[in-house]
């Protein structure tokens, strides 16, 4: 093939040198606009897993590669006055121009044309010139290609909320470096480590608003460039930062990072009476934030993929597409993690309250890819020491993080794992029958600290569907307090909690197993919503409340209330999520109301507070209450992370102890971003930003999960559905793998395990044992 390669930064280059490695009698090129030795930047960032890709695919530049490299195993914080230090976490850093140098040099050894101070301006052109069989588009973030082709392409490119400026120093840092200082207008953060003997790069970010109340974008390059040495003074040692980008001008150096996605990554042009393919690589393709390190190991392995593909494939075509699938998938792995690494450092204030232990722990874990475990493989003694801090314990080995005890009001929770409430569809006219008795008493024996019912309604018309539970009278209340009894007498130690919830749009709809959210067949009842509004093309009209439906409503929510309190649950919580009753009045994509209950966010949290401080106010005041929430509708015009944050202070302030922090549902319009954890950001942030204790929820499917999350300080509580429906003893056999891994912990927080067995020990004396007279 004649391959064209159009931007010579290290995915052009790379693909160029593995294509010609691949068949020396391929024709490539590399058109650079710039001089041969000229880059701007510092250092770059690959990790050992990168290494090992670049050594399978090309062992020579591999080797120049690795040569060059500095290796580093420690990261450390300093942050408030304090510093922290863990190591195994392997990293290398190289100078950008070492790097572009060592794999111009390999190009031009395998024969490989260079061209450099081209500045291409029409692809098509340079590519008739050329003759040309396929253009690789590796012209960087702001690449005329994919301009040019948009339509094809699609991109999608936000601008983050961070500035940043990319400096060196001449102080060399011995660990991967984050620096945090406060000023008075707000954060800073630093980004240092050193890539080769001499010189460290040194990063500097702050939100655009810190960045412009201090006048930085009205200062010069050197006036702002001296105002971050004054501000980071105390880790450069007198060391100047330097600045290899003056062809910028004033505070033009000071960036925000665009986060670029492409829907396709392949464009057919017809040049010279052929269709020629024009595929996107590196930062042209998508860009990942460079807090994980992530630009240059993505234009690596986009070369490594697309080379695989054209040796596995002997039409192009077929190889392309096979390219685009693979990396776009990968990438976006990465764009995920960078993502929740981006975000983390446009709010360290969210996060400043707290001591610099868990500071470190949540920066350690902020993209959600290095788990507790993953800690315990790269540096045991330093997590080990995190967990006696968090577990405020100077025993040789304290809890998992998953097994530390929580009091909530005058309640106490044996540990962190909480059985989600989750629909069975098992009731006879809203009464809980023997099956729930075996499924919640399952569960409760099978560890967890707290296990839910599944939601309940507080009258006929609110249930979900005719096989949902409810709580509108005595006899249900007694048919509940059988299994509280139980779990409360099993010897287990779990708790057990109420979920009162009212189906509103949601309701008079087939069970779980049929068409779920699909109207019943016959016997459908009269919906109450926020407006009338359907939750669906098919589902039924619901009638907008009035006054007195919302004074019976409230009335209702009350009595099943005192109704939880005589069965003797221990903690309640308020279903105002995932589109039902109370959810529908909050977001605004279903409350089209003109009166005080609609408009606004606080107009709309206005019946659900209601309602809620009329429960909290006959709920025994020595136990806790929570509210569900959906924390993003997913959907256009409807509420964001923004807003939830808002509804938590609002609950907060009427006197709730937990957010339940849940997302979606609110419309068939949703279009959610799934991935594992995907809504603990959520309960990260309010968690964090509000002041109040949440439950995470949502795809948290793994113990090191759940201890990542609590040691984080993402949530308190962590809300576990699909493995203990697998499962019930989920807990007890999750905590017994961690056990079989560290010997060296203490039985008891296994004891669970240990009563459950007793517990099947003395059924089975009772059993032949009859009581007189019976």
Not at 269 to 296: E, R, Y
């Amino acid at each position: 093939m004649h391959i064209l390669c159009l931007g010579g930064g290290p995915a052009g280059l790379y693909f160029a040198l593995l294509m010609k490695l691949q068949n020396p009698a391929h024709q490539v090129t590399v058109v650079e606009r710039n001089r041969p030795f000229d880059t701007f930047g510092w250092g770059v960032v690959l990790s050992d897993q990168t290494l090992g890709n670049l050594r399978a695919a090309d062992p020579v530049s591999a080797q120049l590669i690795g040569d060059a490299f500095n290796h580093w195993d420690d990261v450390e914080v300093f942050f408030k006055g304090r510093s922290v230090r863990s190591g195994g976490h392997g990293f290398c850093g190289i100078g950008r121009k070492r790097l572009l140098n060592i794999l111009q040099e390999r190009c031009m050894a395998l024969g490989v044309a260079l061209v450099f101070e081209t500045d291409v301006q029409d692809d098509q052109a340079i590519a008739a010139q050329y003759g040309a069989d396929l253009v690789v588009a590796s012209d960087g973030l702001n690449s005329r290609i994919r301009n040019r082709y948009a339509e094809t392409f699609k991109p999608d490119v936000e601008l983050r909320a961070c500035r940043f400026v990319w400096l060196g120093t001449r102080k060399t840092f011995d660990a991967f470096t984050f620096a945090f200082e406060q000023t008075e207008h707000g954060w800073f953060a630093a980004h240092a480590y050193k890539f080769d003997e001499n010189t460290s790069t040194f990063i500097v970010e702050t939100p655009e608003a810190v960045w412009k109340a201090h006048g930085l974008d009205q200062m010069s390059q050197e006036d702002g460039i001296a105002f971050c040495e004054r501000l980071f003074a105390k880790y450069l040692d007198g060391n100047a930062l330097m600045n290899n980008a003056t062809h910028v001008r004033g505070s033009a150096i000071w960036i925000r990072f665009p986060r670029v996605v492409c829907e396709r990554w392949v464009h057919e042009a017809a040049i010279n009476g052929k269709q020629v393919p024009i595929v996107l690589m590196g930062d042209a393709a998508h860009t990942a934030h460079f807090s994980i390190g992530s630009g240059t190991k993505l234009a690596l392995e986009d070369a490594i993929e697309l080379s695989h593909c054209f040796a596995q494939h002997g039409d192009a075509t077929a190889a392309l597409q096979a390219y685009e699938a693979l990396r776009s998938v990968e990438v976006l792995k990465i764009q995920n993690a960078a993502r929740n690494s981006t975000e983390w450092f446009e709010n360290v204030d969210r996060y400043s309250g707290m001591e610099a232990e868990q500071f470190f722990y949540s920066l350690l874990t902020r993209s959600q890819r290095i788990s507790h475990e993953n800690l315990r493989v790269r540096d045991a003694a330093w997590l080990q020491g995190y967990e006696q801090w968090l577990a405020k314990s100077n025993a040789a080995h304290a809890p998992p993080p998953m097994l530390l005890p929580l009091k909530v009001r005058e309640l106490n929770l044996k540990n962190r794992i909480v059985v989600s409430p989750m629909a069975t569809y098992s009731a006879v006219d809203g009464m809980p029958q023997d099956f729930h008795l075996v499924h919640l008493g399952a569960r409760a024996l099978g560890g967890a600290g707290l296990v839910f019912v599944e939601m309940t309604s507080p009258c006929p018309e609110g249930r979900i569907t005719p096989g949902c539970p409810g709580l509108w009278n005595e006899a249900q209340a007694k048919g509940f307090k059988r299994i509280v009894d139980f779990v409360h007498a099993s010897g287990a130690g779990a708790k057990i909690g109420m979920q009162l919830g009212h189906s509103g749009p949601k309701g008079s709809t087939q069970v779980g197993w049929e068409q779920p959210d699909e109207p019943l067949v016959t016997g459908n009842w009269p919906l109450l919503a926020a407006s009338a509004v359907a939750y669906g093309p098919s589902n039924q009209l619901p009638q907008a409340m009035t006054r007195a439906d919302m004074d019976r409503v409230k009335a209702e929510f009350v009595q099943s209330t005192r109704y939880a309190a005589e069965a003797g649950f221990d903690w309640l919580e308020l279903h105002c999520a995932h589109g039902y009753l109370l959810s529908s009045f909050i977001t605004p994509l279903t409350n089209q109301r003109s009166d005080e209950y609609g408009g606004s966010l606080e107009n709309r949290c206005r019946f659900p507070l209601e309602v809620f401080a009329a429960m909290r106010a006959v709920w025994p005041a020595h136990l806790p209450m929570s509210v569900r929430i959906s924390a993003h509708d997913w959907a256009p015009g409807g509420n964001t992370a923004d807003d939830a944050v808002a509804i938590a202070r609002l609950f907060k302030a009427a006197g709730c102890d937990f957010i339940d922090v849940s997302s979606g549902q609110t419309t068939r319009a949703a279009k959610p971003v799934y991935g594992r954890m995907y809504q603990t950001p959520f309960a990260d942030r309010i968690r964090n930003e509000v002041g109040i204790q949440t439950i995470a929820v949502g795809a948290i499917s793994e113990v090191d999960h759940v201890n990542s999350i609590i040691a984080a300080g993402r949530a308190d509580l962590c809300a576990i559905a699909r493995p203990h429906l697998a499962d019930p003893a989920w807990t007890l056999h999750e905590a017994a793998k961690l056990q079989s891994r560290h010997v060296n912990w203490p039985k008891p927080y296994l004891s669970g395990r240990d009563q459950l067995y007793r517990e099947i020990a003395r059924q089975k004396e009772l059993a032949v044992q009859p009581a007189a007279g019976k």
